[in-house]
C-alpha cells in the first residue's frame, strides 16, 4: 500500500496529510524491538518503505526514515549543529526533521522549496534567493537527482554559504562506477526504467562526491555508520551503507 501511495500521490500531497494516517500504525506497531532516535518511539518494527519496499524502514510517528535516523545522530555526534548559533538553510525540509529544528533555540532556520507546502521560501535551487555568505549549514537531500543541473545547483550552495560553512547533500548513489545522465529521456516509464524514479533525471554512482565537487564545493565521503557499534545499527534499523556526503565551503 506504501509503494502504491509514493508512486500515484503527488509529494506536496504527501507531505500534508501522511503522518495524520499514520498515527494509528504508530499505536499499533508499539513495541521495543526497534527506537527511532529521531522522536525517541519504540516499535515492534518499523514499517516498510519505498517503491520496492525496505522492510523496517519508516517511523509511523515521525516518517524517518533509516538515512534521516542517520543523519540526525550523525548531527549528535560530529557536529554542533544542536548547540552552536546558526544560520540554516533547508532545502526540501523533511517533515521528520521540520518542527524539531525549528524548535532548536540555536538555530535561525530557514526552509525552501520549489513545491513544498512546507518551506518558508519558495525557490529554485538553481538560484538561491540570498546572498553570498549567507549560511553556516546548508542541508539538501534527495534533491540532485531530481534538478536539471545539479553542478549549478551545488555551486549556489558553495555560493550561499559562509566561509567555514558546512552541508550534507545526500542521494541515492547505486553501485555503478559513474553517474548515468541523458538528457534525451523524457518520457516518464522510460525515466523509471533508466533512472528508479519516473521523476529523476540521472543515476548517480560512486562518482557522485567527485561530480558535486565540479562546483566548487569540497565533498568528501564519511563513512559514520560504519564506527557506530553493531547493536546501536541495529536498534535504530540504520542504512547499514549509506555514506553521509559532508561539504565545506571551497573556493
Known amino acids: 500500500m506504501i509503494s502504491w501511495t509514493i508512486r500515484h500521490i503527488p509529494r506536496k ?3 500534508l496529510f ?17 527506537t527511532c532516535n529521531i522522536c525517541q518511539r519504540g516499535f515492534r518494527k518499523f514499517l516498510p518503505y519505498g517503491r520496492i519496499a525496505r522492510e523496517n524502514a519508516l517511523c509511523p510517528n515521525c516518517l ?10 550523525f548531527l549528535q555526534k560530529e557536529t554542533d549543529f544542536f548547540t552552536a548559533p546558526q544560520r540554516v538553510l533547508h532545502v526540501a525540509p ?3 526533521f521540520l518542527g524539531r529544528f525549528k524548535k532548536l533555540k540555536n ?6 522549496d520549489i513545491e513544498s507546502p512546507l518551506a518558508d521560501v519558495k525557490m529554485d535551487i538553481h538560484q538561491i534567493p540570498f546572498e553570498d555568505n549567507s549560511f553556516d549549514v546548508v542541508f539538501c537531500n534527495h534533491v540532485m537527482e531530481h534538478v536539471e543541473d545539479d553542478i549549478k545547483a551545488c555551486a549556489e550552495i ?27 529521456i523524457t518520457d516518464p ?33 564519511n563513512n559514520f555508520v560504519k564506527q557506530l557499534p553493531e547493536e546501536m545499527v541495529k536498534k535504530f534499523a540504520l542504512p547499514e551503507k549509506e ?9
Open 18 to 34: 501522511s503522518h495524520f494516517f499514520l498515527k494509528i500504525a504508530a499505536v499499533i506497531y508499539t513495541g521495543s524491538n526497534v
Open 158 to 184: 558553495n555560493r550561499v554559504l559562509k566561509p567555514n560553512g558546512w552541508g550534507i547533500i545526500q542521494s541515492p548513489v547505486y553501485e555503478q562506477e559513474v553517474t548515468l545522465e541523458d538528457k534525451s
Open 13 to 15: 500531497y504527501l507531505q
Open 64 to 73: 524517518g526514515l533509516e538515512r534521516h535516523r542517520l543523519m540526525w545522530l
Open 94 to 96: 523533511e517533515l521528520c
Open 189 to 221: 516509464k522510460e525515466r523509471e526504467r533508466v533512472f528508479g524514479q519516473s521523476d529523476h533525471v540521472r543515476k548517480y554512482g560512486k562518482d557522485y562526491a567527485k561530480r558535486l565537487s565540479k562546483s566548487g564545493l569540497m565533498v568528501s565521503e
Open 107 to 112: 538555530l535561525e532556520y530557514i526552509t525552501g
Open 243 to 251: 555514506i553521509i556526503f559532508y561539504c565545506q565551503k571551497g573556493q
